[in-house]
């Protein structure tokens, strides 16, 4: 549910890092807690938006939620595949990124969880609700 | 936090749980449309044990009552169910509710799950001075609601009682035997099953009460007898996207003593006013209704892309002319569609406003509480 290749973050998202640039989207718990995504709002290219701060938003019926950024950096892509089917969140969330961005600082990676550390995450906020 | 006698099973279903009204609730079981559209299309089963049951009887009842609320009950039929709404001393609307005529002078009160206690207090202070008993029979009665187009045909291959159109109308109840579950003795309908054709999802269908101890086997056997008819439990979520496309009023949410005091008339729903009787917040209603100053409760459908939600405000140019208190993308529209209240000329229908969505303006129209 949560592959190796990927860092993540405490608000459920996942980094792919590849040298200086990285692709970002939600994790699988993320959809499942959304349930129906349907709908995705992205940045314009070009936007630089700081680790930690929202850069989009994805929608389900019920609620909306805030996606922020694992690292710093420039938009370089955004997938607007997913902006006009928004269900593909919820089919495959990791081979549907919602960004690429240019890394600002590549170090700010080591802040962010890996695979096994994200399991445990999500294990203790399955727990807590 | 507290439980439904279906708690267990809906956990077992692998539901996803939240805290609503104090009760742990299913939220959803698998996703939101499906259980959305199986209600538009087929029929679907919700835990609805949540809400609140009050039996008001005695002598003074229909009197009492129909001074409580600004719905005439001295005029229903036995077994007749009217949509109506508590009303403060000065027409604010404290919960709305199903009140049913059991028997002359004996009533069942359905309030919301969040307001029963406060609705049962109400009443007992009320009662002051008339030969009324108000019983809170919450906590021993169970409730799943069966919506849908289909919902008559499972109920019926259930139940020994006819509960076709012709015999029990919409808003009206009944009693009946079901073939395999024999129904716990109860205050509210003997031994047996009590089936009234009500919901909240705009659909066809009913609400079905009984004891506790009934829910669990009552739960399973809707759910065999469904499969062939595409019956799907419902969870809360779908619940809420299914009343805001119709229209329906959410206590708490689009009406509130405290944080939205509306009366019946503002929030739309003056059709329950019954005006050739004596009813408290009367002449707050009617100079309302006479002075027609009033915001008033309205839909609106987003032709842009964005999903409104509760708080967005609505405008006119650079004027603010209204705000929502419900919002979600309706399943059955696939656009985003409101609820809120709309002040004067705009409330016309098919004036084009913007919403305010997450910061950005969104072409919308106003219509009728209505979408769908």
């Known amino acids: 549910m949560y592959p190796e290749d990927l860092k993540y973050t405490k608000s459920h998202e996942w980094a792919k890092i590849e040298g200086n640039k990285a692709k970002i989207g939600i994790t699988y718990y993320a959809q499942e807690q959304l349930n129906d995504i349907v709908y995705v709002e992205l940045p314009e290219v070009?936007?630089?938006?700081?680790?930690?701060?929202?850069?989009?938003?994805?929608?389900?019926?019920?609620?909306?939620?805030?996606?922020?950024?694992?690292?710093?950096?420039?938009?370089?892509?955004?997938?607007?595949?997913?902006?006009?089917?928004?269900?593909?969140?919820?089919?495959?969330?990791?081979?549907?990124?919602?960004?690429?961005?240019?890394?600002?600082n590549p170090d700010e990676a080591n802040e962010l969880m890996d695979a096994e550390e994200y399991t445990k995450f999500v294990e203790e906020e399955e727990k807590n609700h | 936090m507290k439980y439904t006698a279906l708690h267990d099973v809906h956990e077992k279903m692998g539901a996803k749980m939240t805290e609503f009204a104090g009760y742990h609730m299913p939220l959803w079981y698998t996703k939101i449309r499906e259980e959305h559209m199986a209600v538009r299309q087929a029929v679907g089963i919700f835990d609805v044990s949540h809400m609140g049951d009050l039996i008001i009887e005695g002598p003074d009842a229909t009197d009492f009552l129909s001074f409580a609320l600004p719905t005439d009950v001295s005029k229903k039929k036995i077994m007749q169910a009217s949509y109506s709404a508590?009303?403060?001393?000065?027409?604010?609307?404290?919960?709305?509710?199903?009140?049913?005529?059991?028997?002359?002078?004996?009533?069942?009160?359905?309030?919301?799950?969040?307001?029963?206690?406060?609705?049962?207090?109400?009443?007992?202070?009320?009662?002051?001075?008339?030969?009324?008993?108000?019983?809170?029979?919450?906590?021993?009665?169970?409730?799943?609601?069966?919506?849908?187009?289909?919902?008559?045909?499972?109920?019926?291959?259930m139940v020994d009682v006819d509960i076709s159109k012709d015999?029990?109308?919409?808003?009206?109840?009944?009693?009946?035997?079901?073939?395999?579950?024999?129904?716990?003795?109860?205050?509210?309908?003997?031994?047996?099953?009590?089936?009234?054709?009500?919901?909240?999802?705009?659909?066809?269908?009913?609400?079905?009460?009984?004891?506790?101890?009934?829910?669990?086997?009552?739960?399973?056997?809707?759910?065999?007898?469904?499969?062939?008819?595409?019956?799907?439990?419902?969870g809360l979520a779908s619940r809420d996207?299914?009343?805001?496309?119709?229209?329906?009023?959410?206590?708490?949410?689009?009406?509130?003593?405290?944080?939205?005091?509306?009366?019946?008339?503002e929030t739309?729903?003056?059709?329950?006013?019954?005006?050739?009787?004596?009813?408290?917040?009367?002449?707050?209603?009617?100079?309302?209704?006479?002075?027609?100053?009033?915001?008033?409760?309205?839909?609106?459908?987003?032709?842009?892309?964005?999903?409104?939600?509760?708080?967005?405000?609505?405008?006119?140019?650079?004027?603010?002319?209204?705000?929502?208190?419900?919002g979600t993308l309706s399943p059955v529209l696939n656009v985003g569609i409101g609820l809120g209240y709309i002040k004067r000329p705009y409330i016309k229908v098919g004036t084009e406003v913007e919403v305010e969505v997450r910061g950005k303006r969104i072409k919308a129209e106003v219509r009728k509480p209505r979408l769908v």
């Open chain 2, 167 to 234: 015999k029990v109308p919409f808003f009206h109840a009944t009693m009946g035997n079901m073939d395999e579950i024999k129904i716990e003795h109860n205050e509210l309908s003997g031994d047996l099953l009590y089936i009234s054709r009500t919901g909240y999802t705009g659909e066809d269908g009913f609400e079905l009460i009984f004891p506790n101890s009934n829910a669990i086997a009552i739960w399973n056997k809707l759910l065999e007898e469904g499969k062939d008819y595409g019956l799907k439990p419902c």
């Open chain 2, 241 to 265: 996207s299914l009343r805001l496309e119709k229209g329906l009023l959410l206590s708490g949410q689009d009406f509130d003593p405290h944080h939205e005091p509306r009366t019946p008339v």
């Open chain 2, 268 to 326: 739309g729903v003056s059709w329950i006013i019954s005006w050739d009787h004596e009813f408290l917040g009367k002449e707050i209603m009617e100079n309302m209704k006479k002075e027609k100053k009033y915001e008033l409760f309205r839909g609106i459908i987003l032709k842009g892309r964005g999903i409104p939600r509760h708080g967005d405000k609505i405008y006119v140019g650079k004027e603010q002319v209204g705000y929502l208190t419900s």
């Open chain 2, 86 to 157: 508590f009303v403060n001393h000065r027409g604010v609307m404290i919960d709305d509710t199903i009140v049913t005529r059991l028997e002359e002078n004996r009533y069942l009160v359905v309030p919301n799950a969040a307001t029963a206690d406060i609705i049962y207090h109400w009443l007992y202070s009320l009662s002051a001075g008339y030969k009324v008993e108000v019983k809170n029979v919450s906590n021993k009665f169970s409730s799943i609601a069966v919506q849908g187009p289909k919902a008559e045909e499972v109920l019926q291959s």
């Open chain 1, 46 to 104: 070009g936007t630089t938006i700081n680790k930690g701060e929202p850069f989009g938003v994805v929608e389900s019926v019920k609620s909306s939620s805030d996606v922020y950024m694992p690292l710093s950096g420039k938009v370089v892509a955004v997938n607007d595949m997913v902006v006009d089917q928004p269900e593909l969140l919820n089919e495959d969330p990791y081979q549907n990124w919602l960004i690429e961005i240019e890394l600002e």
